[in-house]
């Protein structure tokens, strides 16, 4: 024992100060690294395609499109441009959704899709496809959109519901979300049976998943929940940090566990909501993404959050490019991609880790 | 600033846990130590105190009503460590301490810094500063918990079974730096803890709960008797006091065996 009393420390060395901030050091670096290879993945999407564009080419018409052809002109910035950041955008939308979700429910399989969110919010998206039925006052996009956040709202609700019962563990909370995902899905399948021949293959199409509808509007209001969620997030770096470490010791702390826990879920239902209104259903980013944050940086909140945001954004980006190169001249629904590489991916990554980040 | 509590009820859904605690004090500068049989409401007061479970009745510090204060504001002079300490958080020890420290307190990044540093070398834990909570023993996590208790600097500390996972060098030292804690920085310490041997050497005063009511409270001198040692454990055991030590006790039998 060394110190006996709470005075400052005055001739401490800085040797362990110093491998804090050197750690802290390399996780700004992985981030940046990650920023990086995400912004280089947004300009090979906007280059590859049906007319593949040289790296230089996208650029110029980036930065400088009065001296780039009306072509090149109208393919990037009107076509190819709105695509691309959507897959950023969702990304990291749904990364950091799945991140959340998995801090507040303090299980790794939690992400907007495993607990019934998702299957909510395409129910709403089905109610306004198949039936043109809104719950809000709303209509044309906005009326898919609308029934997608109410419904992943009321999802969202129900399990902070059963979080404030005594007794009610987090484990059973996961339970109770998928059982949630079972009867969104169940309904669902009743809407597929009574829908025309028409709005069946446009709700199956869209439960598949697509960028390709993606356009400035929406590529702004996903922006925009994006936006209005990240500074609630940044706010509460500290109480969702403490909340791995358990409930008790984060209400130890000083946090109001239950308050945190709704608005934080509310948050992730309209990260959630808005992204699959908008792309359909996209699975495994929210759960592959946070996983891979965590492994590269751990869960400190200050660089997870971020970390994650951009690790769901680069693997939608790069998928989005698989999506358009896999087959030539085919563009395959981004939804099955990601299940397809994600899954045996999420399996190789919880193998191959050595360490047993959850119990 | 003391710590006093009177006619104190809490109930854990429908059960009633504790039953009109009344009478109890905690002096600054003092340890004490909180003893009774396994589901007594050990825990239950700890966290009552710490207003993570909800209680009715008076808790005082220093004058002023714990009631009136917000859970935010309560654990800004009081921290409540649990007996659990289990994590599997991707954390580095250095981070889960400065956790603690920021989650109480607005200040600057140096600041925080530097009492993350004094906290972990408080516990000799420095050398583990960069290994992640997942990867710790039992003990080492117990030993974070307590430097994550430090690094907030309460006024009240309660630690509930501080040294359950820890060897006995390690019990004997946290429990000694505890006790100049106390001693040095007027902080009112109150432990839960079931080694009574440990109570006997470390604490100024027990209190003792069982089936959530008060049954005495005193000296480890006054409290620590055979016949007490009966009424509270349903054991036969012997108290040997030396001239210049502290109390020893040697339980003997238990007076219900199981299965009779």
Redesign the interface.
């Known amino acids: 024992?060394?110190?006996?009393?709470?005075s400052?420390?005055t001739a401490?060395s800085?040797?362990?100060?110093g491998?804090?901030l050197a750690?802290q050091r390399r996780q700004r670096w992985l981030i940046a690294a990650t920023a990086l290879a995400t912004l280089l993945s947004l300009l090979l999407d906007i280059a590859t395609g049906p007319g593949a564009y040289a790296l230089s080419d996208v650029m110029q018409a980036l930065l400088a499109p009065s001296e780039v052809s009306r072509v090149l002109q109208v393919v990037v910035w009107d076509i190819r441009l709105p695509v691309a950041l959507m897959a950023i955008v969702v990304g990291a939308s749904l990364a950091i959704a799945g991140a959340q979700m998995q801090t507040l429910l303090n299980n790794p399989l939690a992400d907007p899709f495993t607990l019934g969110i998702s299957s909510a919010a395409s129910f709403g998206a089905a109610l306004a496809i198949v039936l043109g039925f809104g719950v809000l006052p709303v209509a044309g996009t906005l009326l898919l959109t609308g029934n997608a956040f109410v419904l992943a709202m009321l999802a969202s609700l129900m399990i902070w519901g059963l979080s404030r019962l005594?007794?009610v563990s987090v484990q059973t909370m996961v339970l109770m979300g998928i059982a949630i995902m079972f009867f969104f899905n169940a309904l669902l399948g009743m809407l597929q049976y009574v829908a025309s021949a028409e709005s069946l293959q446009q709700l199956v199409f869209w439960s598949l998943g697509s960028l390709s509808k993606a356009s400035w509007g929406k590529v702004g209001l996903a922006g925009l929940a994006l936006m209005v969620t990240i500074p609630i997030f940044i706010r509460a770096r500290?109480?969702l940090?403490?909340l791995?470490?358990?409930d008790?010791?984060a209400?130890?702390?000083?946090?109001?566990v239950g308050r945190l826990r709704l608005r934080m879920l509310l948050c992730c239902a309209l990260l959630s909501a808005t992204a699959v209104a908008f792309v359909g259903t996209i699975g495994f980013v929210g759960l592959v993404g946070p996983h891979i944050a965590?492994?590269l940086v751990?869960?400190?909140q200050r660089v997870f959050l971020p970390m994650s945001a951009l690790t769901g954004a680069l693997i939608l980006s790069l998928t989005s490019i698989l999506s358009k190169t896999l087959i030539p001249g085919i563009l395959l629904p981004i939804g099955i991609l990601t299940a397809l590489i994600g899954l045996p991916f999420f399996v190789s990554l919880i193998l191959r880790s050595r360490?047993?980040?959850?119990? | 600033m003391t710590l006093r509590i009177d006619q104190l009820h809490c109930a854990?859904?429908k059960r009633r846990v504790l039953h009109d605690l009344a009478g109890l004090e905690a002096q600054p500068g003092e340890i004490t130590a909180l003893i009774g049989p396994n589901g007594a409401g050990k825990s239950t007061l700890l966290?009552a105190i710490?207003?993570?479970e909800a209680s009715s009745g008076h808790l005082t510090l220093d004058g002023r009503p714990l009631e009136m204060l917000s859970?935010?504001?309560?654990?800004?002079k009081l921290?409540?460590?649990?007996q659990?300490?289990?994590?599997?958080?991707?954390?580095?020890v250095?981070?889960?301490v400065?956790?603690?420290r920021?989650?109480?307190v607005v200040e600057s990044n140096g600041t925080a810094?530097?009492a993350?540093?004094?906290a972990?070398?408080?516990?000799?834990l420095?050398p583990l500063?960069?290994r992640?909570l997942?990867?710790l023993s039992g003990g080492q996590r117990q030993r974070v918990?307590i430097a994550q208790a430090i690094a907030r600097?309460p006024r009240l500390l309660m630690l509930d079974e501080p040294t359950s996972a820890l060897d006995l060098h390690h019990q004997l030292?946290v429990l000694?730096?505890l006790q100049?804690?106390a001693r040095?920085?007027g902080v009112i310490i109150i432990l839960a803890i079931h080694d009574l041997n440990l109570a006997a050497r470390f604490a100024d005063h027990l209190w003792v709960i069982k089936e959530g009511r008060h049954i005495i409270s005193g000296t480890p001198d006054e409290v620590l008797t055979p016949e007490r040692l009966r009424e509270i454990y349903a054991i036969e055991a012997h108290v040997e006091r030396p001239v210049d030590g502290p109390l020893h006790i040697t339980p003997l039998s238990a007076t219900r065996p199981l299965g009779c």
């Open positions: 024992m060394k110190a006996t009393t709470f400052p420390v401490a800085d040797t362990t100060v491998r804090y750690r005594r007794g500290w109480p940090t403490a791995r470490l358990g008790v010791q209400k130890a702390m000083g946090i109001d965590r492994l751990g869960e400190d360490r047993e980040i959850w119990r | 854990l859904g966290k710490a207003g993570i859970l935010e504001q309560r654990t800004r921290y409540y460590l649990p659990d300490t289990s994590t599997q958080a991707a954390l580095s250095f981070e889960a400065l956790l603690a920021r989650t109480q810094l530097t993350v540093e004094q972990l070398q408080s516990l000799e420095d500063a960069e992640e997942a990867a918990a600097r030292q000694d730096y100049r804690l040095q920085n």
